[in-house]
């Protein structure tokens, strides 16, 4: 896909965000259209923080694509930050045209320009064309990952 613009999400663009969530199998299970409090304050909280970046991809002056990238510091791995990669999403009707792995290319080359000693992401494990997906980037499905929804 040609003339791709990754950009930080302002505010305006939070509605094409929310539907691009909400437009997945599992995200209209969990997430709406509807701008809330709720949303309005997790949107502030995420664009405040140097450590988080919510992501917008344009395609043709479209909002096309989102995802959040999260750095981390922490001791292990010699003091590695690493680079947490969520909330990927990609408008349906361009699901499989290469745009997934353009985002993700481009995420991963901030976290090594960033000198992250690791990228992770989780990955619900029914999403299986995902899982061939972040097989093909070269991550490996090295450790089982547990939540609790509190």
């Not at 745009?99 to 090594?112: E, K, N, P, S, V």
Request: with cysteine.
């Amino acid at each position: 896909m040609a003339d791709v613009i990754f950009r930080e999400a302002v505010r305006a663009d939070l509605p094409a965000v929310l539907a691009l969530l909400a437009d997945d199998v599992l995200g209209r299970t969990r997430d709406v259209t509807e701008i809330d409090a709720p949303y309005e304050r997790a949107f502030a909280d995420v664009t405040a923080d140097p450590r988080n970046h919510l992501i917008v991809t344009e395609a043709d002056g479209e909002l096309v694509g989102c995802l959040q990238i999260t750095y981390i510091p922490g001791l292990g791995r010699h003091g590695a930050e690493r680079s947490l990669i969520e909330s990927v999403r990609v408008r349906s009707d361009l699901r499989g045209a290469g745009l997934g792995r353009q985002m993700m290319t481009w995420a991963i080359d901030q976290a090594r320009q960033r000198g992250c000693g690791l990228v992770q992401l989780t990955t619900d494990k029914s999403r299986h064309d995902a899982h061939r997906f972040y097989l093909s980037l070269g991550f490996v499905a090295s450790h089982e990952g547990m939540k609790l929804p509190l």
